[in-house]
């Protein structure tokens, strides 16, 4: 990949620098600066960041001029992502639209579901969640139990999601039920677009460790929606679905990159100040670790995108990038816990951000896939192991 700036890019860069400078919340990216406490008004900060980086051209940038997006290419979305990144901006609300909804209804969506739905992903007029997970079938998902009978003209819905994020938010679910039982488990399965204000779904939130509410328990309780509303075929759900997290482990993770190398910085600034830090050997060697880690994901995502502007897929190397950004992300912040001691717990605001971010980091070995499934997956497809 050529990734040599054309003066067009440069110049699309530097316009996207100056409007963040304009446009960010005040005091956005300092060391205590995470938006606000309360969920419903961080939900609306996220919502109302997100239309205007829509309106300003900077949302769907890959995607084609018919379906709302900008019709620019993979490299102009490289950039925003990366900027992004790099001033820790807010990541917005409707990263499940974006990041795994549209690129699947894209690539396996009707015209009709195409023109409908993907603009209003951009515009956040919908919300969505994934309500794929249940509590018998996670890593093994073809172990989905949510059931979808056809009645007519209608699909009949019964079951259990959970860990559900974004559901108390959204207005849209993009769900994996059981069409067919009696079928191989794998072949069954069929992606629905299920509409969260109809009658018997129930939405009850989970708190997390951070202290916020983002996932949450789904119920649904005979759901009648109308035939129709699948995505890809009947009984091709797992083809669908294997697609979609290909997505959700490689896309838009420079984002991430230039905000743990964002995050990383002002954690070294905060450490300036400690000369036993940063004069200890021990120390200084993980600091250039980091970096030179840091480095590594930088490539690793854009070769993933590599891959997929030369249209060869993203396939089982994207096991690879997210292992390996899950991972650095918890040592990271492992390394922050380590490094400002028994402050971490006792500090004010000042060093709430690493707190946060330490507890939420948590998560991200678990969710879209674990990392003992990620190596399952570099192990077998990848290497050639034996199962
Ligand atoms: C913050 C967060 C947000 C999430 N958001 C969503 C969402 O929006 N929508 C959604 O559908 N899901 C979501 N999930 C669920 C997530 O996808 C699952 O938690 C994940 O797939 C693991 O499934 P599980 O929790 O059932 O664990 P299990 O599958 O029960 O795994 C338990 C342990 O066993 C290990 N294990 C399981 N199978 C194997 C194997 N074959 N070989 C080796 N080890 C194995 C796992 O690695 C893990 O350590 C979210 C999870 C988190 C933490």
């Not at 939900?43 to 940038?61: D, I, K, N, P, S």
């Not at 995505?231 to 991430?256: C, F, H, K, M, P």
Request: with cysteine; hydrophobic share 40%.
């Amino acid at each position: 990949m050529d990734i040599d700036l054309t003066p067009q890019q440069q110049s699309f860069r530097r316009g996207l620098r100056q409007w963040l400078d304009d446009n960010l919340p005040e005091n956005w990216g300092g060391p205590a600066y995470l938006g606000p406490d309360d969920d419903e008004e961080n939900a609306v900060l996220q919502t109302l960041w997100e239309r205007r980086l829509y309106e300003a051209g900077y949302q769907g940038v890959a995607w084609p001029k018919a379906y709302g997006g900008q019709g620019l290419t993979m490299v102009e979305q490289l950039i925003v992502s990366e900027e992004l990144g790099r001033r820790a901006a807010p990541e917005g609300i409707n990263t499940i639209g974006k990041e795994l909804v549209a690129p699947i209804i894209l690539a396996a969506g009707t015209e009709e579901q195409k023109r409908h739905y993907v603009p209003r992903i951009l515009t956040v007029e919908d919300i969505w969640c994934q309500g794929f997970s249940e509590p018998d079938a996670g890593s093994d998902l073809a172990g989905v139990r949510t059931r979808a009978e056809r009645d007519g003209e209608e699909w009949v819905i019964n079951g259990q999601k959970v860990w559900t994020s974004f559901a108390f938010q959204a207005n849209w679910c993009i769900l994996l039920a059981r069409t067919n039982p009696d079928k191989p488990k794998h072949k069954g399965l069929t992606l629905f677009l299920v509409d969260m204000k109809t009658p018997g779904i129930e939405v009850r939130p989970l708190v997390q460790i951070t202290g916020r509410k983002e996932f949450n328990e789904v119920f649904f309780d005979n759901v009648r929606i109308p035939a129709g509303m699948n995505v890809g075929a009947i009984d091709d759900g797992w083809n669908v679905s294997v697609n979609l997290l290909g997505y959700e482990r490689a896309t838009a993770r420079l984002y991430r990159q230039a905000r743990f190398m964002n995050e990383f910085e002002q954690l070294l600034r905060k450490l300036d100040a400690r000369p036993e830090i940063t004069g200890n050997p021990y120390y200084r060697q993980q600091i250039g670790r980091f970096y030179a880690e840091l480095g590594i994901l930088r490539q690793l995502n854009l070769k993933t995108v590599s891959r997929i502007v030369n249209g060869d897929g993203i396939g089982a190397e994207a096991s690879v990038v997210k292992l390996f950004w899950s991972e650095l992300h918890q040592r990271i912040e492992d390394f922050a816990f380590e490094a400002i001691g028994p402050a971490f717990v006792t500090d004010s605001k000042d060093i709430e951000r690493f707190r946060y971010n330490f507890l939420q980091s948590r998560a991200v070995t678990i969710y879209a896939g674990t990392s003992q499934v990620q190596r399952n997956i570099i192990a077998e497809r990848m290497l050639g192991l034996p199962r």
